[in-house]
């Protein structure tokens, strides 16, 4: 049954019935809380609710709670540590969610994880963590880079860029920026 569950929940997301889903994988938790699949499939399910229909209702409140959405993502990746989808899924989701440093810390925690375990490639993570990480310092500090605030996460937004290119540290992609005359 716990396979048929997921399988039903993972329909429903590939239609956009996402509530529906949301629905599947809570049922799923209540009868296997130490599965991260559920917690996981849960947090999903709600961020492209949030995505495709937003989250406010008719008076301007929340429809989903984002922290729940954070919450969740985080329980799936601290339950399986190892699960690169899981601490990219939370990362990205933190940076959706305009909590930057928290997102920062979870994309350092997948870096180490991808540098740990050699067949596992992360890199497309961070490519796509750079440009949102880029568009949100321009939104924030109105395309004004030499704001403060943008000066803090550049550096890093082009680490992030470095790394979803391939190279395993900003070190390695410099070596190619120089040039002998």
Known sequence: ???????????????????????????????????????HGWAEAALFEIQVNGNFDEKGNDRINEGQVAAYYRRASSMDPENPEYLASHAKALLEFDRISMSVREFRKLKDLGDKLDDLDVSSHFYEAAKTLIDLIDLKTEFDRSNPNARQFIPIALEFAMLGLGFSSVDEAMEYLVTED
């Open 1 to 39: 049954m716990t396979d048929d569950q997921i399988t039903q929940a993972a329909q429903l997301i590939a239609q956009g019935d996402f509530m529906e889903a949301m629905k599947i994988f809570e049922s799923f938790i209540e009868s296997n809380p130490d599965n991260p699949a559920g917690y």
